[in-house]
């Protein structure tokens, strides 16, 4: 059997290293071992199952191609912090973006407060994690240990 293949829309690709390209490229890798993926910044009618748009606002024309070809169903719009903070507010695209998305991820936990009461019922938080880190004073005693 044929794995799923999830495309993931980033307005930013692999040469500008935003944040976007950053979250794209990690949530590519996690989905590899059990999944097809590919990152493009725009949805051109290429085949594919799912599709993962992140920021609401940049990535709201290929939503909207994707939501009138496949539906609704198959389409999670991943919110960043300028989404949250601004654009679905007041800017029609994202706004366009959270209405037609099945599915709606928040990388806050508190992000879905920042949603109109009626898109919240299709929020999931996810939680980007980076490894733990030993404290910056414990750390530096190990370069450096005090003197006796």
């Known amino acids: 059997m044929k794995?799923?293949?999830?495309?993931i829309i980033s307005p930013a690709?692999?040469?500008?290293?935003?944040g976007n390209w950053q979250t794209a490229w990690r949530w590519s890798r996690m989905l590899r071992p059990r999944y097809r993926t590919n990152i493009a910044s725009q949805w051109?009618?290429?085949g594919a199952d799912v599709m993962?748009?992140?920021?609401?606002r940049k990535s709201a024309p290929a939503a909207l191609a994707w939501a009138q070809a496949k539906g609704s169903e198959t389409l999670a719009v991943v919110l960043t912090g300028t989404d949250?903070?601004?654009d679905i507010e007041t800017d029609p695209s994202a706004q366009l973006a959270l209405q037609l998305a099945g599915q709606l991820v928040l990388l806050q936990e508190r992000g879905p407060d920042a949603l109109?009461?009626?898109?919240?019922?299709?929020?999931q938080v996810i939680f980007q994690?980076?490894?733990?880190?030993a404290p910056a004073l414990a750390a530096l005693e190990q370069v450096c240990p005090r003197p006796r």
Not at 3 to 7: K, M, Q, S
Not at 13 to 18: D, F, K, Q
Not at 52 to 56: N, P, Q, R, T
Request: proline residues 9%; aromatic residues 2%.
């Open 116 to 123: 109109p009461e009626i898109r919240r019922h299709k929020a």
């Open 84 to 86: 949250l903070y601004r």
């Open 52 to 56: 993962l748009a992140l920021h609401a």
């Open 44 to 46: 051109r009618g290429e």
């Open 3 to 7: 794995p799923l293949h999830v495309l």
């Open 129 to 133: 994690s980076a490894p733990r880190r």
């Open 13 to 18: 690709l692999a040469g500008a290293n935003s």
